[in-house]
C-alpha cells in the first residue's frame, strides 16, 4: 500500500535512546546533568576571560564566543528532550523541528568555523610574532566572527529552505532525540536529491575548507617549532595549540562518528550514542580541556572567585 503524502505534517516523533519506561529517570538525570555541566563550565570561561584584562586578547576572545556557541548549541536540542522525558511524551511539531534544524546548522557551523579562526591566530602567534598585534588586531578578529556568523547564518538557512520543500509520508518516526537533518530528508516522499546535492556541496566547501585551513596552519605551525633551537622554545609554542589540538580532534572525530555510524549501520541506537558524542559531550569537555592546560584561564577562575566571595562576604556583613 503506498503512503498517503503530507505536504506539511503536524508533528514528529523522537525516539530518543529508548522506549523502556524504566530507563527514562535514568537518561533524564544524565541529561541534566551533562547539559548543567555544558552551561556552568562555559559560562565560566566567558566569565574568567570577560573579566582578567590580561584575558582580553584575540585567543581568548575567540574562546568566549566558541564558549557562547557551545552554550547555545547544546541548548537548541537537550531542553526540549528533557521536557518531552518529563511529559512523557515524544512529539516535537514540524515548526519546532524545522527550528530546531536551523540552529542546530548555525550552531554547529559556527564551531567549525571558530575552529579554524583560532587555528590562524595560532599561526599568526608562532610563525610571524612580530608583525602578530597587527595581524590579529581588534578590528581583524571581529570581522573574522562577523564572517563566520554571517556564513553559518546563510548555511542553516538554505538547509532549512531546502527542507521546506520536502512533502513527508505518514511514517513520521525519528530515531533521534532531536530533528537531525538527514533522518528529516529520509522521511520524505517527494524527491529528496535536491536536498542530498546540497548537503554534499556544502559539506565539502564549509566543512573540507576549514578542515583544510586547520591542517594548513598546523603544517606552518609544526614547521616554525621545528626551526626553534632551544627545547623550552619549542615547548613553550606548542604548548599555546595544545588545548585547541584536542578540541579541534575531538570536534571533527565526533562529527565524523555521526556519519560514519549512519552509513555503517542501520541502529538507530548507535546512531543517537553517535550524535549524543557530537551535540552534548563536546561542548561539555571543551572547557575542561582549555581549564586545565591553561594556567592563564585557571588564574582568571581563582580570581573570578576570590573576587564573587569578597563580594558575598560584604553583602552579608
Not at 23 to 52: E, K, R
Amino acid at each position: 500500500m503506498a503512503q498517503r503524502n503530507l505536504t506539511r505534517p503536524s508533528e514528529f516523533l523522537l525516539l530518543g535512546f529508548s522506549e523502556e519506561s524504566e530507563l527514562q529517570p535514568l537518561v533524564f538525570g544524565l541529561f541534566v546533568s551533562m547539559y548543567l555541566i555544558t552551561v556552568f563550565g562555559n559560562m565560566l570561561i566567558i566569565l574568567a576571560i570577560s573579566s582578567d584584562s590580561h584575558l582580553h586578547t584575540p585567543m581568548y576572545f575567540f574562546l568566549s564566543n566558541l564558549s557562547f556557541v557551545d552554550i547555545c548549541f547544546t541548548s537548541t536540542t537537550i531542553p526540549k528532550m528533557l521536557w518531552n522525558i518529563y511529559i512523557q511524551s515524544q512529539v516535537i511539531t514540524y515548526e519546532a523541528c524545522i527550528t530546531q534544524v536551523y540552529f542546530l546548522m548555525l550552531f554547529a557551523g559556527l564551531d567549525d568555523f571558530l575552529l579554524t579562526v583560532m587555528a590562524y591566530d595560532r599561526f599568526a602567534a608562532i610563525c610571524h610574532p612580530l608583525y602578530y598585534t597587527v595581524i590579529m588586531n581588534p578590528k581583524v578578529c571581529r570581522i573574522l566572527v562577523l564572517v563566520s556568523w554571517a556564513i553559518s547564518v546563510l548555511h542553516s538557512l538554505l538547509q532549512t529552505l531546502m527542507v521546506l520543500r520536502l512533502s513527508f509520508c505518514e511514517e513520521l518516526e525519528i530515531p533521534h532525540y532531536f530533528c537531525e537533518l538527514n533522518q528529516m530528508i529520509q522521511l520524505a516522499c517527494s524527491d529528496s536529491f535536491p536536498n542530498d546535492l546540497v548537503i554534499y556541496i556544502t559539506a565539502v566547501l564549509l566543512a573540507g575548507g576549514p578542515l583544510t585551513g586547520i591542517f594548513y596552519s598546523y603544517t606552518k605551525i609544526a614547521s616554525s617549532i621545528h626551526r626553534i633551537s632551544s627545547a623550552q622554545g619549542k615547548h613553550k609554542a606548542f604548548s599555546t595549540c595544545v588545548s585547541h589540538l584536542s578540541v579541534v580532534s575531538l570536534f571533527y572525530c565526533t562529527s565524523l562518528g555521526v556519519y560514519v555510524s549512519s552509513a555503517a549501520t542501520h541502529s538507530s541506537q548507535s546512531s543517537a550514542t553517535a550524535s549524543m558524542m557530537y551535540t552534548v559531550v563536546t561542548p561539555m569537555l571543551n572547557p575542561f580541556i582549555y581549564s586545565l592546560r591553561n594556567r592563564d584561564i585557571k588564574r582568571a577562575l581563582k580570581a573570578f572567585f576570590r573576587m564573587a566571595a569578597i563580594k558575598r562576604t560584604l553583602v552579608l556583613r
